[in-house]
Every structure is written in structure tokens, then in C-alpha cells.
């Protein structure tokens, strides 16, 4: 690798602001419960502080300090790695930063840290503050002096340094000393428009640093380089990293403290975590977004779950033989894993690669290029394996000749009708043999794919009946040639599961029941097959009924 790391700091944080500037995200809304949960996963990858909210500012952020003085709901929350940091600002203007009573909240939050957020930038002091430059600096020294006094360490995060530094550098800069000679620990410069670039951080974390104070960093992500700023600024020779996991935080967010993390660890060769944390960084990066109810994202950096998914062929045939060769990291180093993908963009070596994955020998080049011109056929044709691996098993299976007939389907129907022009009936009936017994079933449903999977389902029954556990979870269909109106091709993924795993089918058709039942047969019948091969599926729970609607 070129361009070597800097030394790392004799004193070095890692400050979380999940709870804080995380839960200013749009549609992100966490209770003290959800709070204590995340806060409990961030002491657990090992951050050295957890930023809990701003007591005093909303009910639920000050419940939630109060909740952790003892110990949260049952008493027994402790943070084993993190100290808790309180947020809020400084004191009113023009009053004793001992007779506020946001301060007072900070003060009393029993949090070990406080952490205040100062004006930095001129314009805003005189148009946001509306006061002057002097009372500002008279504000930050008030209320770090009286929190100091209090027992409380206390850090200074720098409103709109960087566009402060650009309008007013001399004040920018006397606002980061004053913090400082009035007892901050850390004046963290914070990017807080989020439209800096990583060679501006860095000559103005140098520049600020001129004046021989620890200092932090927080970026907002307005220009996608927050992560890269941050460790613009980390470079500069800032001690003291703030961020969200997952970048959570208002517009874009703020710097991912997942990728800031790995990127010390890894590419820095810091220990900035405890030993073996960062390996359940994807873990934990994931329960969290459990808790916040956002999505994960599949690129996210290192975490993501398309991080280390391999889908051109040149790269697998590569990755065949080392796949560091298009991996920059071991996905394990993150608690990641390899994905190999099979699409139209396969060469053999994605199929022998994930056949292989999947307990099948495919060594025969042969045998796995012709396997891969039928992948590349069907993809043409609209079918999709990348998101359909239990249809790939199954067309794997048909080629080696190692597809069980566990129950063959003789015909199937669907019928829909209207009562009086309101209420609308849908009935399926199949026919098939499952261990040479005839069934001739009738499913009713409220849509034509729920009716066939009623009578396919009970058809199914009296031979197998580890099939009332299949549980048909996700149903989506997409229109493939769009010029085409109601004759167009569709393509449908079906997702079931059996409370243990889960699998996903596709069907293609230009009549969309056509399309259903393929992805429907094939769903019970690598469901089937599973469990012939692990049966311990029969002591399961039972599923919860197919949902509604389609
Ligand atoms: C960059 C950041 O993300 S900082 C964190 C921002 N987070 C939040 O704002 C979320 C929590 N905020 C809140 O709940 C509310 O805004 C509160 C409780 C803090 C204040 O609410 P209100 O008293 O109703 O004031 P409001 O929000 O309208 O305006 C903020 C006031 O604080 C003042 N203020 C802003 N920054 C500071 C500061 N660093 N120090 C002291 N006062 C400040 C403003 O001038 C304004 O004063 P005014 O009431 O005299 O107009
Ligand atoms: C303090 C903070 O959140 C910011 O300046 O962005």
C-alpha cells in the first residue's frame, strides 16, 4: 500500500452520537427503551463514549438519563466499555449558565461528560444568537467553568467551524482557545453543513491545532465525504472522532462510525476498539437498525450485505483463486461474509464457486459452462438467480440429475368472481400424486396466489406435513418489458420460510398466476426437499398463516 497512517495519539476517542445527532434523521424515532437497546449494542462494539441525547430538551431524552441512573427498567443496564456524554449548548444569552436551566439539566443528567455545542462562526453568533461576538466567548467560558466546577469533563463541539474558519478564521480560532482555557478537554470542529472537502479538514484541523488543544472531529455527509473528512481531520492530528452508526443523522447524515472505525483498525492498524470487537461490527451494526426500524443499507461499507457480494465473472474467476485479489479486506475481519452472485454477468467461476457454496461438485468445466449458458438464458429471458438462490439450487439439481420428484403436479386452476359487482371470491384447485397418492385439492384465498397456495399447501399435507411450517413471507412482482401493457412479461419472487430458513423462487410469465405458480412450486419443493435432508424442521413451531392480499 502507498502513503503511510499517522502515529496514532497517545489519547484517542471514539465518540457515538447515535442517540443524539443519529435520532435527528427524518422518520428516526427512538424510544428510552429502543435507547437503552442501541446504547447496550455500542458498548458492546467498544466506543469509549455514548452520547445519550439532551436532558432537558425533550421528556424522552431526559427519561432516558434518568432511566440509566438506575440501571434502566430492570435495574441491571451498566455500560461496561463507554462513558455516557450529555448534549446541550451553552447557557442563554445574557444570563448565569448556573441559572439555566438546560444547563442545569446537562449538570444533573448524571452523566460522567458533557458535551456542549458552542457558536464558532461570526454570522451566526450575530444573526442565529443575536448577540455579540464577546458575549458568545463569555457563554462558552461561563458554562464550561460552571460544569467544570460541577465535577463534569466537558467537551466543546464547534457549530459551523469550518464555514466560521473561512468568513472569520481569527474568531473561529479564539472561540476553539476559549473553550479550552476554560477547562474543555476536547474542542471538537465540527463540520455541521456537511459541504467540506477532505484537503479543506485537513488544513484547517493543522491550523486550529496550532493552538495546542486536543481536538475532535464531527462531519455531517452533505458532500458523501464525511467518512473521508473525518479522517482528513484524524490525519491533521485530531484525537477524538464523533459519528453515528450506520450514518444516521439530519439530511445525509453524519460520518458512519461503523466505516471511521474499521478504517482505523484496518487501514491505520490502530486499536481504537477492544480486541475482537470490530469482528461484530456487522452483527451490531444491524441489531441497530432493528432498533431504529431503517433498513439496512446492502452497500454500506464493510457492513453491508452486498459489501464483499462478487457478481462480474472475471472477478470470480479470480476470487477462485484468492479472493483478496478482489477483496480489500477478509470479510471476517468485520464480522462480514463473501457472497458469490449468479446473474447474466456469471462465468463459470461464479457457478462453481457458489455451487460449491451450496454442496455441489462442479469441477467439470464443462459440466459448469454449461450450466452457466443456461443461467445466461434464463436471466435473457427475465429470471433472476442473484435474488432467486433456492431457484438456482433447483436448476442446478434438474442438471446433475439430483432433483428428487417429491410430488408432480398434474394441472392447477384459479377462478375469481364477482358477487353483485362488491364482493369478490377466489378459488384454486390442484392436482397432483405426492408419494404415489392422487389428491384433488380446493384452496379458497383472497387473491388468486394465496387460493393456490391454500390448495397446494393442503394437497400436500397428508404426504408431507412439515408444509403447514412454510410460511410465504414476501410476494413481489415486477413488469419486465414495460412498453407492453397488460401483455407485458412479469417477473414474480416469492420469499418462504420454515421458522429456520428462508428461501426465495422465481417464476417468469407473461400471465402473472402463471408466473406466481412457478415461483410458488418451486418455493414447497426446495422447501421439501430441505427438510427431507434435515427433518429435525418436523419438531418446529408452526408458521403464521399466509399473509393477505395477493
Ligand atoms: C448542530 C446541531 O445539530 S446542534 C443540536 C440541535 N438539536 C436540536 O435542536 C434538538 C433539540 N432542541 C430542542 O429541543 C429545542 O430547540 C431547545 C429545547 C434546545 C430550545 O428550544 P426553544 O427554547 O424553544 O428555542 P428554539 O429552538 O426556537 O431556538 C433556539 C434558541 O437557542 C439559542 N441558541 C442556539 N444555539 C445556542 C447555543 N449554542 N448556546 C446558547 N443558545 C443557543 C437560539 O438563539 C434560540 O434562542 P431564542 O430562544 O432566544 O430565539
Ligand atoms: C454539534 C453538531 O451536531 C454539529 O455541529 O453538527
Redesign the pocket.
Known amino acids: 500500500m502507498t502513503g503511510t497512517a499517522p502515529v496514532k495519539p497517545a489519547e484517542f476517542h471514539v465518540y457515538d452520537t447515535t442517540l443524539r ?1 443519529g435520532a ?1 434523521q427524518e422518520g428516526l424515532r427512538l424510544s428510552v427503551i429502543d435507547k437503552l437497546a442501541i446504547a447496550g449494542f455500542l458498548d458492546e462494539l467498544g466506543v469509549g463514549f455514548i452520547e445519550g441525547g ?1 436532558p432537558g ?2 421528556p424522552n431524552d431526559t427519561a432516558f438519563f434518568e432511566s440509566l441512573k438506575s440501571g434502566g427498567p430492570d435495574g441491571q443496564f451498566r455500560l461496561q466499555n463507554a462513558t455516557l456524554a450529555a ?1 446541550g ?5 445574557g444570563m448565569r449558565a448556573a441559572d439555566d436551566p ?1 444547563t442545569a439539566a446537562v449538570r444533573d443528567s448524571g452523566a460522567p461528560v458533557a458535551c456542549l ?3 464558532s462562526h461570526d454570522r451566526h453568533v450575530e444573526q ?3 448577540t455579540t461576538l464577546a458575549e458568545n466567548l463569555a ?1 462558552i467560558t461561563d458554562t464550561v467553568t460552571h460544569l467544570r466546577a460541577e465535577g463534569q469533563r466537558v467537551f466543546v463541539d464547534c ?1 459551523h467551524f469550518f464555514d466560521g474558519y473561512r468568513d472569520n478564521a481569527a474568531y473561529a480560532l479564539e472561540v476553539v482557545r476559549t473553550a479550552a482555557e476554560a477547562g474543555a478537554e476536547v474542542v471538537v470542529l ?1 463540520d ?1 453543513n456537511g459541504g467540506m472537502l477532505p484537503n479543506w479538514i485537513g488544513d484547517v484541523v493543522a491550523a486550529a491545532g496550532e493552538i495546542g488543544v486536543p481536538l475532535g472531529i464531527h462531519c455531517h455527509n452533505d458532500t458523501g465525504c464525511a467518512v473521508a473528512n473525518t479522517l482528513a481531520a484524524v490525519d491533521a492530528g485530531a484525537m477524538h472522532v464523533q459519528g453515528t452508526i450506520n450514518g444516521y443523522g ?1 439530511r445525509t447524515g453524519n460520518a458512519d462510525l461503523v466505516s471511521v472505525v474499521a478504517n482505523l483498525e484496518l487501514k491505520y492498524g490502530w486499536p481504537v476498539l477492544p480486541a475482537g470487537a470490530l469482528a461484530e461490527a456487522t452483527r451490531l451494526s444491524h441489531a441497530i437498525a432493528e432498533v431504529t426500524n431503517v433498513p439496512p443499507s446492502g452497500r454500506q461499507p464493510y457492513v453491508g450485505l452486498s459489501a464483499f457480494a462478487h457478481k462480474a465473472g472475471l472477478h470470480a474467476s479470480a476470487i477462485k483463486v484468492d479472493p483478496n485479489l478482489y477483496q480489500h479486506i477478509d470479510p471476517a475481519l468485520v464480522g462480514n461474509d463473501m457472497r458469490m452472485l449468479v446473474s447474466d454477468m456469471a462465468g463459470r467461476a461464479n457457478i462453481q464457486i457458489k455451487g460449491e457454496e451450496l454442496g455441489f461438485d462442479l469441477s467439470d468445466r464443462d459440466l459448469a459452462a454449461k450450466i452457466t449458458d443456461q443461467v445466461k438464458e434464463a436471466e435473457a429471458a427475465g429470471y433472476t438467480y442473484e435474488a432467486a438462490d433456492a431457484s438456482f439450487e433447483l436448476l442446478l439439481r434438474r442438471e446433475l440429475g439430483q432433483l428428487p420428484e417429491l410430488f408432480a403436479v398434474h394441472s392447477w386452476r384459479v377462478f375469481t368472481q364477482s358477487h353483485h359487482g362488491d364482493e369478490i371470491d377466489t378459488e384454486a384447485t390442484v392436482k397432483l400424486t405426492a408419494k404415489g397418492v392422487g389428491q384433488r385439492v380446493v384452496g379458497e384465498g383472497n387473491g388468486p396466489v394465496n387460493a393456490l397456495d391454500h390448495a397446494v399447501r393442503n394437497a400436500l399435507a397428508p404426504a408431507y406435513p412439515v408444509v403447514d411450517r412454510f410460511e410465504l413471507i414476501d410476494y413481489r412482482v415486477r413488469i419486465l418489458d414495460q412498453g407492453h401493457g397488460t401483455d407485458a412479461t412479469v417477473r414474480v419472487l416469492i420469499q418462504t420460510t420454515d421458522g429456520r430458513r428462508t428461501w426465495t423462487t422465481v417464476g417468469v410469465g407473461q400471465n402473472l398466476i402463471e408466473a406466481s405458480w412457478e415461483a410458488l412450486f418451486e418455493a414447497y419443493l426446495f422447501g421439501l426437499i430441505h427438510s427431507q435432508a434435515s427433518p429435525e424442521a418436523d419438531v418446529e413451531e408452526p408458521a403464521a398463516p399466509v399473509p393477505a392480499g395477493v
Open positions: 445527532d435527528q439532551w430538551a425533550n448534549f449548548f451553552t447557557r442563554r444569552v438546560l455545542v458552542a457558536k442565529a444568537l443575536r457563554m457549530e465540527c455541521t439530519e
